[in-house]
């Protein structure tokens, strides 16, 4: 009894009273998975729209086992189990599995649907006549397929690129029609729109299988009609908007744009791919053979490129080019807000938009509320499909697919960058799109004329979208942290920071070593790039610890995040290690862009030194609980801030360094404090920059000064409140003379006050901002030195109450920081 083999039972019931049956599948298998009505036709029209390879019908097996029934040779044991012969099972073999396999054996045995010779009676299958017929037809035509293809190939052998094994998301639901996307629950998908037509006016084209109005009708005829008045009606209440020709005329020489357009291509083109460059080299060349034959978008491009070009520029026309590029960035938002969006609803628009949002952050205009532009770009990328990959879209060559490829990484990275600064949720994830990342190819390896596949180069081969492709690795990990950050409903556990943070590291490291081994080969990428990259990742590290380095000075359990911040800091603020002739240089592209760009690099540039600084205090505060009480040892003596500001603004260096070290009585001190003061001292030196380079901002050279003259008090052990006041005033005082000096050499004349109107007694938020004792201030700051304070968001920054900053004097509303401070002297 207990060697006996259990049997399969069959049973109509279960044991309550009939099986209940379900209806019979009468869509065809690619409609039922798509959840999408299905006409039944052979094509069905769904299938048709989307182009499936197979359009199968699964057979319905309640027929077959009616007409089999009586055949089947039932055997009752003793026990009352009913047993069914061989033959039943045989007839209720899975038809999919049977289709497969009789396609090509190599699919079968690649998706695992091999079906074992023994479970196929071969009585079985010559019953199923009109399944066998069914398959040996597919069989047939994919045998065509490939015949035509494999003769297509030999013929282009000689050119011909096969494509990567790259894995294509499924179509999923929506349309594309007319370069534009609608998804499943647009109206157009709910409708065939030419079903109630008839027969006579419509037709399938043999090309695209679609069904389409007949030409020949009278109906046709009167739809073109109707499409001609209407664009008429269009035009007569919609007037292009004349381009200004002062804007055109604005642009310097040639060699100059040359000089511009080169230093854009060195840098941000490798980072943020935008242009296909051997195209936008013919357009450019084009304008200045005939600047009246270019369309506008070309121009677009051209004067934000120039645009984007001028911080990187040394010239002596970099006065007037900033100037300049403010007219070409107005020029473009102009052209993208303009009527008629939808003509602007294409690849080249999404350039132009991109192009327009890295100018406003490069050229600091408006560049820190890029998220709320990069919002409409998202937006607008995704209403032309760039989201979905584009082997959906059927015949699109493809330069087009690489080129919306390269778009969409360029669109995500600007959204992923812009939601980390604005602090506010990217509101997209991975689970939204499925384009893939683009090829590792150069942009000489494509162009539109080509209709050859190609084959990408190897990983490890450096090409112009190696850095792009080392973005998107990391992109879903990224778009996870900026949401977790971010969240309004729960905070980032440390246990789970910590797993983000091992993740990302990884990703970090693996980017450093094949961009190292990248620098010993040709091509290379330049230092910018390498630095840009890490950057751009490696923040997000120091977003992660923030809080919790905060933290870590009442909790010991938080020490790794306060080291964490403080390296990720360091590394993020150390200058490019050579330039691109193997040596230092004070003006290379990444320095020089620091001089002038906001947004993104504001961002990172605040974080990274107000974390050093702060580590400094901890580290100063930690060294005298430590011993109670500082010993006076003979130490190098540190230059003051008061001694790196002069009286003289004029004379002031924006490289002013410490003068002899002398010995003298001073505090012991921790080991790090020149390492980062030094480092303190030098984001000083780059707001003093920034204002000689068209900054309109004080309050980063005020904080710095204020920060360092802090420091060293606490060193020194004199008053720090006192030191930070006389700091803060000679600040203002040579902000004001360097924004004075900026002025004139962007315009050739002296600024003159008295053309503005005084500020009103209140700000936007009715806070009385009436300045106090002012008289004493020796006139240095000027009756328009309150507008000086009035940009840069320092709240967000520092909302955090458990950050103090140590500067008594600055609290309440930053814009009388510097109006009160003779009320506190």
Same mark, same amino acid.
């Given at each position: 009894?207990?060697?006996?083999?259990?049997?399969?039972?069959? *049973?109509?019931?279960?044991?309550?009273?009939?099986?209940?049956?379900?209806?019979?599948?009468?869509?065809?298998?690619?409609?039922?998975?798509?959840?999408?009505?299905?006409?039944?036709?052979?094509?069905?029209?769904?299938?048709?729209?989307?182009?499936?390879?197979?359009?199968?019908?699964?057979?319905?097996?309640?027929?077959?086992?009616?007409?089999?029934?009586?055949?089947?040779?039932?055997?009752?044991?003793?026990?009352?189990?009913?047993?069914?012969? /061989?033959?039943?099972?045989?007839?209720?073999?899975?038809?999919?599995?049977?289709?497969?396999?009789?396609?090509?054996?190599?699919?079968?045995?690649?998706?695992?649907?091999?079906?074992?010779?023994?479970?196929?009676?071969?009585?079985?299958?010559?019953?199923?006549?009109?399944?066998?017929?069914?398959?040996?037809?597919?069989?047939?035509?994919?045998?065509?397929?490939?015949?035509?293809?494999?003769?297509?190939?030999?013929?282009?052998?000689?050119?011909? =690129?096969?494509?990567?094994?790259? #894995?294509?998301?499924?179509?999923?639901?929506?349309?594309?029609?007319? *370069?534009?996307?609608?998804?499943?629950?647009?109206?157009?998908?709910?409708?065939?729109?030419?079903?109630?037509?008839?027969?006579? *006016?419509?037709?399938?084209?043999?090309?695209?299988?679609?069904?389409?109005?007949?030409?020949?009708?009278?109906?046709?005829?009167?739809?073109?009609?109707?499409?001609?008045?209407?664009?008429?009606?269009?035009?007569?209440?919609?007037?292009?908007?004349?381009?200004?020709?002062?804007?055109?005329?604005?642009? #310097?020489?040639?060699?100059?744009?040359?000089?511009?357009?080169?230093?854009?291509? =060195?840098?941000?083109?490798?980072?943020?791919?935008?242009?296909?460059?051997?195209?936008?080299?013919?357009?450019?060349?084009?304008?200045?053979?005939?600047?009246?034959?270019?369309?506008?978008?070309?121009?677009?491009?051209?004067?934000?490129?120039?645009?984007?070009?001028?911080?990187?520029?040394?010239?002596?026309?970099?006065? /007037?080019?900033?100037?300049?590029?403010?007219?070409?960035?107005?020029?473009?938002?102009?052209?993208?807000?303009?009527?008629?969006?939808?003509?602007?609803?294409?690849?080249?628009?999404?350039?132009?938009?991109?192009?327009?949002?890295?100018?406003?952050?490069?050229?600091?205009?408006?560049?820190?509320?890029?998220?709320?532009?990069?919002?409409?770009?998202?937006?607008?990328?995704?209403?032309?499909?760039?989201?979905?990959? #584009?082997?959906?879209?059927?015949?699109?060559?493809?330069?087009?697919?690489?080129?919306?490829?390269?778009?969409?990484?360029?669109?995500?990275?600007?959204?992923?960058?812009?939601?980390?600064?604005?602090?506010?949720?990217?509101?997209?994830?991975?689970?939204?799109?499925?384009?893939?990342?683009?090829?590792?190819?150069?942009?000489?390896?494509?162009?539109? =004329?080509?209709?050859? /596949?190609?084959?990408? =180069?190897?990983?490890?081969?450096?090409?112009?979208?190696?850095?792009?492709?080392?973005?998107?690795?990391?992109?879903?990990?990224?778009?996870?942290?900026?949401?977790?950050?971010?969240?309004?409903?729960?905070?980032?556990?440390?246990?789970?920071?910590?797993?983000?943070? %091992?993740?990302?590291?990884?990703?970090?490291?693996?980017?450093?070593?094949?961009?190292?081994?990248?620098?010993?080969?040709?091509?290379?990428?330049?230092?910018?790039?390498?630095?840009?990259?890490?950057?751009?990742?490696?923040?997000?590290?120091?977003?992660?610890?923030?809080?919790?380095?905060?933290?870590?000075?009442?909790?010991?359990?938080?020490?790794?995040?306060?080291?964490?911040?403080?390296?990720?800091?360091?590394?993020?603020?150390?200058?490019?290690?050579? %330039?691109?002739?193997?040596?230092?240089?004070?003006?290379?592209?990444?320095?020089?862009?620091?001089?002038?760009?906001?947004?993104?690099?504001?961002?990172?540039?605040?974080?990274?030194?107000?974390?050093?600084?702060?580590?400094?205090?901890?580290?100063?505060?930690?060294?005298?609980?430590?011993?109670?009480?500082?010993?006076?040892?003979?130490?190098?003596?540190?230059?003051?801030?008061?001694?790196?500001?002069?009286?003289?603004?004029?004379?002031?260096?924006?490289?002013?360094?410490?003068?002899?070290?002398?010995?003298?009585?001073?505090?012991?001190?921790?080991?790090?404090?020149?390492?980062?003061?030094?480092?303190?001292?030098?984001?000083?030196?780059?707001?003093?920059?920034?204002?000689?380079?068209?900054?309109?901002?004080?309050?980063?050279?005020?904080?710095?000064?204020?920060?360092?003259?802090?420091?060293?008090?606490?060193?020194?052990?004199?008053? &720090?409140?006192?030191?930070?006041?006389?700091?803060?005033?000679?600040?203002?005082?040579?902000?004001?003379?360097?924004?004075?000096?900026?002025?004139?050499?962007?315009?050739?004349?002296?600024?003159?006050?008295?053309?503005? &109107?005084?500020?009103?007694?209140?700000?936007?938020?009715?806070?009385?901002?009436? /300045?106090?004792?002012?008289?004493?201030?020796?006139?240095?700051?000027?009756?328009?030195?309150?507008?000086?304070?009035?940009?840069?968001?320092?709240?967000?920054?520092?909302?955090?109450?458990?950050?103090?900053?140590?500067?008594?004097?600055?609290?309440?509303?930053?814009?009388?920081?510097?109006?009160?401070?003779?009320?506190?002297?």
């Amino acid at each position: 009894m207990g060697s006996q083999l259990p049997h399969l039972q069959l *049973s109509d019931t279960d044991g309550a009273g009939p099986m209940k049956r379900r209806r019979p599948a009468l869509a065809c298998v690619e409609c039922r998975r798509r959840k999408v009505k299905c006409d039944r036709k052979k094509p069905c029209s769904p299938c048709t729209r989307i182009k499936s390879l197979t359009c199968t019908y699964r057979p319905n097996h309640r027929d077959n086992d009616r007409g089999t029934r009586s055949h089947t040779s039932v055997s009752t044991s003793q026990d009352g189990l009913v047993h069914t012969s /061989p033959q039943t099972s045989a007839q209720s073999i899975d038809f999919d599995s049977l289709l497969i396999q009789n396609l090509d054996p190599s699919i079968s045995d690649a998706y695992g649907f091999a079906l074992e010779s023994s479970r196929l009676n071969p009585s079985a299958i010559e019953d199923n006549s009109h399944f066998i017929s069914t398959i040996k037809a597919l069989a047939a035509k994919v045998r065509e397929l490939e015949e035509s293809l494999s003769i297509v190939s030999d013929r282009d052998s000689s050119g011909s =690129r096969a494509l990567p094994i790259r #894995p294509v998301p499924s179509p999923g639901p929506g349309r594309f029609i007319k *370069s534009k996307f609608f998804g499943e629950s647009h109206w157009v998908n709910a409708i065939e729109p030419y079903e109630a037509l008839g027969g006579a *006016s419509i037709v399938t084209n043999p090309n695209t299988k679609r069904t389409e109005i007949n030409k020949s009708s009278e109906l046709y005829a009167l739809a073109v009609e109707c499409k001609r008045m209407a664009r008429t009606i269009k035009a007569a209440r919609y007037s292009s908007p004349e381009f200004p020709t002062e804007v055109q005329s604005s642009l #310097p020489s040639k060699n100059v744009c040359d000089e511009l357009v080169r230093a854009y291509f =060195r840098t941000f083109e490798g980072i943020y791919r935008v242009l296909h460059v051997p195209t936008f080299w013919n357009e450019y060349e084009r304008y200045w053979k005939d600047t009246s034959t270019t369309s506008t978008s070309v121009l677009m491009k051209i004067l934000l490129v120039c645009a984007i070009g001028t911080a990187f520029y040394t010239g002596d026309r970099k006065g /007037p080019l900033r100037n300049s590029c403010s007219k070409w960035i107005e020029a473009a938002e102009s052209w993208l807000s303009g009527p008629h969006k939808k003509s602007r609803l294409n690849t080249t628009g999404i350039q132009v938009h991109i192009l327009l949002l890295l100018a406003r952050q490069v050229c600091s205009m408006d560049g820190d509320l890029i998220w709320i532009s990069a919002g409409a770009l998202l937006r607008s990328a995704m209403h032309i499909g760039l989201h979905r990959d #584009p082997s959906h879209f059927g015949k699109l060559s493809c330069f087009h697919i690489e080129i919306r490829r390269r778009l969409w990484a360029t669109i995500m990275e600007i959204t992923v960058q812009s939601s980390l600064d604005i602090g506010i949720s990217p509101m997209i994830s991975p689970r939204d799109f499925d384009t893939l990342p683009p090829s590792n190819i150069n942009d000489n390896d494509i162009n539109e =004329r080509m209709t050859t /596949p190609f084959r990408p =180069r190897a990983p490890d081969e450096f090409t112009q979208t190696s850095v792009q492709i080392a973005f998107c690795k990391t992109l879903s990990l990224r778009l996870e942290i900026a949401r977790r950050i971010n969240d309004l409903h729960s905070s980032l556990s440390y246990d789970e920071t910590l797993r983000l943070t %091992s993740e990302l590291t990884t990703a970090c490291r693996s980017d450093a070593h094949l961009f190292q081994s990248f620098l010993l080969s040709t091509p290379s990428p330049t230092p910018f790039h390498v630095k840009m990259l890490d950057v751009l990742v490696r923040r997000f590290i120091l977003n992660l610890h923030r809080p919790f380095f905060v933290k870590a000075k009442a909790s010991p359990k938080y020490y790794y995040s306060r080291k964490l911040c403080l390296d990720t800091s360091l590394t993020i603020t150390q200058p490019l290690p050579f %330039s691109r002739e193997g040596i230092a240089e004070p003006d290379d592209d990444w320095t020089l862009l620091g001089h002038r760009c906001v947004g993104f690099w504001k961002s990172i540039w605040l974080y990274s030194i107000t974390t050093i600084y702060l580590e400094l205090l901890l580290q100063i505060d930690e060294q005298k609980q430590e011993v109670g009480a500082f010993p006076l040892l003979p130490v190098r003596k540190h230059r003051s801030v008061d001694e790196t500001l002069p009286s003289d603004p004029a004379s002031h260096s924006s490289h002013s360094i410490p003068g002899p070290s002398t010995p003298h009585l001073q505090r012991a001190l921790p080991l790090q404090f020149d390492q980062l003061r030094a480092v303190i001292d030098s984001a000083r030196a780059s707001t003093e920059a920034r204002l000689r380079n068209g900054e309109t901002n004080a309050k980063g050279i005020v904080f710095m000064a204020c920060a360092l003259a802090r420091i060293d008090a606490l060193a020194s052990g004199a008053n &720090p409140d006192m030191a930070v006041l006389v700091a803060a005033k000679k600040s203002v005082a040579l902000s004001a003379d360097l924004m004075r000096t900026a002025y004139r050499e962007e315009n050739g004349v002296d600024i003159n006050l008295t053309l503005h &109107p005084p500020l009103s007694d209140e700000d936007h938020m009715g806070a009385d901002t009436r /300045p106090r004792h002012m008289e004493s201030w020796d006139g240095s700051a000027g009756e328009g030195f309150r507008g000086l304070m009035e940009d840069m968001d320092w709240e967000n920054l520092m909302q955090d109450e458990s950050v103090d900053f140590g500067f008594g004097f600055l609290e309440g509303s930053p814009e009388n920081w510097f109006l009160d401070v003779q009320s506190n002297s």
